[in-house]
């Protein structure tokens, strides 16, 4: 019963070096996403995709990209690391993107930038 | 684009009292309004959801109601208990893929 998992858990980056979270999900969802979380301001969606071979912008990509060569994993890279960037990273899937289609989170991803 | 506002920020109930926590939203379109909780050092879960051709939708001691008419949606958990202490997010969306979510509220049940 894996679901969404992630890695590292935690992570600290230097400002200006780069780094790649990794999400994988074994539920054969066909729909990923990457959000950020910072205090008091809910979840941002950074990125998604609907399938193998493609993504699309969310809410805040700037600073970020993605890769979707399989069905189960997302990487999510950092390039150029910023102080702006030390948040909290949630990889989560679903089956499809209608109303009514649930998003499964993984566990979360500290970043930390300095 | 949507915007979703929510309320209270933080929330605090005795043991047995209910909670009732309330959420906006600006897009006329949307007609999907999940509810997560999200417990300290875990990512959100699911715990109710409400389509728009629905008003209200229970389960056990958590229910959402929805006003279209007014953009609103609120959830209510009665006969609260230590355990219901986390952090509850709203979200919207329309028939696209992202879901908005509000900023979050924090459920604070003392015994």
Redesign the interface.
């Known amino acids: 019963n894996a679901g ?1 998992t992630q890695t590292p858990k935690f992570r600290i980056l230097k400002i200006g070096q780069s780094m790649t979270l990794q999400c994988t999900q074994d539920m054969n969802h066909n ?1 990923m996403y990457w959000y950020r979380q910072d205090p ?6 950074i990125y ?1 995709s ?1 399938g193998a071979g493609i993504t ?1 912008k ?2 805040v990509p700037n600073g970020y990209n993605v890769s979707r060569s399989t069905t189960e994993d997302f990487p999510l890279r950092l390039e150029l690391a910023a102080p702006s960037q030390t948040s909290v990273y ?1 990889c ?1 899937s679903s089956y499809g ?4 289609n ?7 991803s500290w970043l930390t930038v300095v | 684009g949507e915007n979703v506002e929510q309320h209270p920020s933080t929330l605090s109930v005795q043991e047995g009292d209910s909670a009732v926590i309330k959420c906006t939203y600006s897009d006329s379109a949307s007609n999907y309004f999940p509810w997560y909780k999200q417990e300290l050092g875990k990512g959100p879960q699911l715990i109710i959801d409400i389509r728009s051709n629905v008003g209200e939708k229970k389960d056990q001691r958590i229910a959402v109601t929805l006003n279209k008419t007014a953009k609103h949606f609120s959830l209510h958990i009665t006969e609260t208990q230590p355990e219901d202490s986390a952090v509850y997010f709203c979200a919207a969306s329309d028939a696209g893929t992202a879901l908005i979510f509000g900023k979050g509220t924090t459920l604070s049940v003392s015994s």
Do not use: P
């Open positions: 969404v729909y008091g301001m809910g979840l941002k969606l998604y609907v699309d969310g809410e949630f989560a993107s209608r109303a009514g649930t998003i499964y989170f993984g566990e979360g």
